[in-house]
């Protein structure tokens, strides 16, 4: 079955250090790979996306991702976090076959805390 | 601001009440989404919607119930409510129903359920 595993519920980062959020999936076909974050009280917003071809992906903010096929693994980093990073982060992967296409299938989240 | 737009904000009723949520995707967009998110579940998939037909059903329980206008806009129907379906409510819009097309998120309807 297809799954997206997060395994860190809360990370906390001094401001301006880097930052990395792991995401692992389990798909059975070429995955289509999110990240959203969810500011409080707000919806969700893509930061980036990954297909197919450069496994580094750049989106916006200033995140990345890599996609590493051998580890299942999608990871997101920031260089240099900013206070108003803080918030929830949720990688997801998208159904791409069959009458499910399009659905996102959700990780739990990360909850990014952010010292000043 | 993602040009989905859902009803109500917030939403307090109670055991055994039915309540509508109410969608206006992103205009173009023809397919609709709904998630719920719940703080043990997470965020789930619904249901979807692509031009006012049912295209996939997720973890939806035989108490709710969804449709999508010929307007394209889309209420998601909870009837007799526990109070484990207290949770944020999200609808999402994109243009098809393929994860090539990016899904757009309203703010959500949170749902208080006592």
């Known amino acids: 079955a297809q799954s997206v595993t997060q395994p860190d519920i809360h990370i906390t980062v001094s401001e301006g250090a880097s930052l990395e959020l792991r995401c692992n999936y389990s798909?059975?076909?070429?995955?289509?790979l999110f990240w959203y974050v969810q500011s409080p009280g707000q919806g969700l917003q893509l930061l980036l996306k990954y297909f197919s071809g450069d496994t580094l992906v750049q989106g916006i903010k200033g995140f990345e991702a890599e996609f590493k096929r051998s580890q299942s693994s999608f990871n997101l980093r920031k260089p240099s976090v900013h206070w108003s990073d803080a918030a929830e982060y949720f990688c997801a992967v998208g159904m791409n076959y069959g009458g499910s296409q399009g659905n996102l299938i959700f990780g739990k989240g990360t909850k990014l805390s952010v010292k000043p | 601001d993602s040009g989905v737009t859902q009803t109500p904000k917030h939403l307090i009723t109670a055991t055994g009440q039915r309540v509508t949520l109410r969608c206006s995707p992103r205009s173009g967009d023809l397919s609709v989404y709904w998630y719920q998110q719940s703080l043990d579940q997470g965020l789930q998939f619904l249901i979807q919607?692509?031009?006012?037909?049912?295209?996939a059903k997720g973890n939806i329980l035989e108490r709710f119930s969804a449709q999508q206008f010929p307007d394209l806009h889309s209420e998601l129907n909870l009837s007799s409510l526990e109070l484990g379906d207290s949770a944020l409510y999200f609808c999402?819009?994109?243009?098809?129903?393929?994860?090539?097309?990016?899904?757009?998120f309203g703010p959500g309807t949170r749902l208080t359920v006592l």
């Open positions: 798909y059975g076909a070429t995955p289509y």
């Open positions: 919607y692509y031009n006012g037909e049912e295209r």
């Open positions: 999402a819009s994109s243009v098809e129903p393929s994860p090539r097309n990016e899904q757009f």
